[in-house]
Structures are given as structure tokens and as C-alpha cells.
């Protein structure tokens, strides 16, 4: 069975920099899309940013050239390297990861950033 685990939110103030990182335990298969998406109170769950096995890259508008999404495919592990964070940033983040038809969902992590 597969599992996402979420790490590295937490509380930052307003142009800080925070990264999270999510790893997979059970089989996923190496073609996999992993991406992570937000959802604010009352709001939502939005695209972030996503990446494919073999790196190509999508971003929300509202995150780039701030965000960085990366992966370790041996690790079977996503990044996300936030610069620049803006209160409208504050959301609970969650891993994902597709192939197929199946998707699976990580618990979340919370970022909050204050202004």
C-alpha cells in the first residue's frame, strides 16, 4: 500500500523560506507525476506545483519564481522549496502523486506565514 508522508511546515514570517518534503513508502511506479496542492480555509485544494518522472515542471502562477518543486526518484521523495513566502501562502499542504488512473494523497502539512 502507498503512503505519502509530508514534512517541514510550520510558522514563518513574510519573506521567509520554508521546504517541504514528502516521501513514499510502498511501490509507485518510477513514471509517476508527484506534485503538491494547498487548501486554505473556505478555499479549494489548488495546484502548487507538480513534476514528472522526467522533470518537467508546472506552477500555479501565484508561485513562480518563488517555489521549487524537485524530486529523488531513488528516494521516492518530492521537495518543495518556498522563498518569499506571503501570508496568502498560508495553507495546509498536501503530497500527491499519480499515474494512471490511481492517485494517492498525503495527510497534509500545515505553513503559516504571518505578516
Known amino acids: 500500500q502507498v503512503r505519502l508522508m509530508e514534512s517541514g511546515g510550520g510558522l514563518v514570517q513574510a519573506g521567509g523560506s520554508l521546504r517541504l518534503s514528502c516521501v513514499a513508502s510502498?511501490?509507485?511506479?518510477?513514471?509517476?507525476?508527484m506534485g503538491w496542492y494547498r487548501q486554505a480555509p473556505g478555499k479549494q485544494r489548488e495546484l502548487v506545483a507538480r513534476?514528472?518522472?522526467?522533470?518537467?515542471?508546472t506552477y500555479a502562477d501565484s508561485v513562480k519564481g518563488r517555489f521549487t518543486i524537485s524530486r529523488d526518484n531513488a528516494k521516492k521523495a518530492v521537495y518543495l522549496q518556498m522563498n518569499m513566502l506571503k501570508p496568502e501562502d498560508t495553507a495546509a499542504y498536501f503530497c500527491?502523486?499519480?499515474?494512471?488512473?490511481?492517485?494517492?494523497w498525503g495527510q497534509g502539512t500545515q505553513v503559516t506565514v504571518s505578516s
Open positions: 500527491n502523486t499519480v499515474w494512471g488512473s490511481a492517485a494517492k
Open positions: 510502498g511501490s509507485i511506479p518510477s513514471f509517476s507525476t
Open positions: 513534476i514528472t518522472n522526467i522533470g518537467d515542471t
